[in-house]
């Protein structure tokens, strides 16, 4: 209570329910990229975070989330020398690192093994930090435990997810959970949670492509205010069917909501990697020009 009415006094104001994310009103997006758009490509070791920090600078894109997949030694943190390296890296080359992120799964049930998921996150709000960064990209689990009741799963992460994300608020690191059609599959389970957790440090990455229960568009209305990054995807599912984003509406659910920030992309279509997220950035810029 003391630091929320401490940060009360800096605002100015009365803040409204942690998990409503504190903005001025209106919109302004900046472009980012989501590395896991090269995804095959970093896998492959035909890439590296070199190479993404690149692409970014080549085709002028202002930000890039660095998932920790790509990092060497995953998933344990990497040589603060690699580290200091990339952000030296990005920084001469005029790409914000908006922040990594993790597959983390706090969904089982063994107290031991969400234990060492907990130690996980930390680590990585470690290098989050190292990196200049702001947010790790965390995940609720893969899915409601067998024998138990989505209620009695949330129990347990709750608390998990309190103390990573006092240890990231110690750091100046937000923790943006990812919803991802797993675990947590509609916008009313994701906000459930954050309140759940009430964190000003513990907010939603609007995943546009896994909200697959009824339409699309409402979820994303639904968890705009709660958002504070984005993963804009191609493709948005209603049910089973997969059709492609309709970036228009996009934008006016952007200027109707409101949201300041980076929207990082991630393009994973067939083909050439480097072209695809090309293409796919030149219809984002548009759309929201």
């Not at 997810?161 to 110690?170: G, P, R, V």
Request: hydrophobic share 45%.
């Amino acid at each position: 209570m003391q630091r929320r009415s401490l940060l009360t006094a800096a605002l100015g104001g009365p803040l409204m329910a942690a998990s409503v994310v504190e903005r001025k009103r209106g919109s302004h997006v900046k472009i980012g990229l989501n590395a896991y758009s090269f995804n095959k490509d970093l896998m492959a070791g035909t890439m590296k975070i070199s190479d993404v920090l690149d692409f970014c600078a080549e085709n002028n894109i202002d930000g890039v989330d660095l998932t920790g997949y790509y990092f060497p030694g995953y998933p344990k943190a990497p040589a603060d020398e690699f580290v200091f390296g990339v952000k030296r890296y990005a920084w001469m080359n005029g790409v914000t690192i908006g922040g990594t992120g993790v597959r983390n799964d706090f969904a089982l049930p063994s107290a031991a093994e969400r234990d060492e998921q907990i130690r996980l996150v930390k680590d990585w709000v470690d290098v989050c930090a190292k990196l200049g960064g702001t947010m790790v990209r965390v995940f609720s689990g893969k899915a409601v435990a067998k024998g138990y009741t989505f209620d009695q799963t949330l129990e347990w992460m709750v608390p998990a997810f309190q103390d990573c994300a006092k240890y990231a608020a110690a750091r100046g690191v937000l923790l943006g959970m990812q919803h991802h059609d797993d675990f947590l599959k509609t916008a009313a389970e994701t906000i459930r949670l954050v309140e759940a957790v009430k964190s000003d440090w513990f907010t939603v990455i609007l995943d546009v492509g896994s909200l697959r229960q009824g339409d699309p568009y409402a979820e994303i209305e639904k968890l705009l205010p709660h958002a504070s990054n984005w993963q804009v995807k191609e493709q948005v599912w209603y049910g089973t069917k997969k059709v492609d984003i309709d970036l228009a509406r996009l934008r006016k659910i952007v200027d109707k909501v409101g949201y300041r920030g980076f929207m990082p992309i991630e393009a994973l279509g067939a083909g050439d990697s480097r072209q695809i997220v090309k293409g796919f950035l030149g219809r984002v810029r548009a759309a929201f020009a």
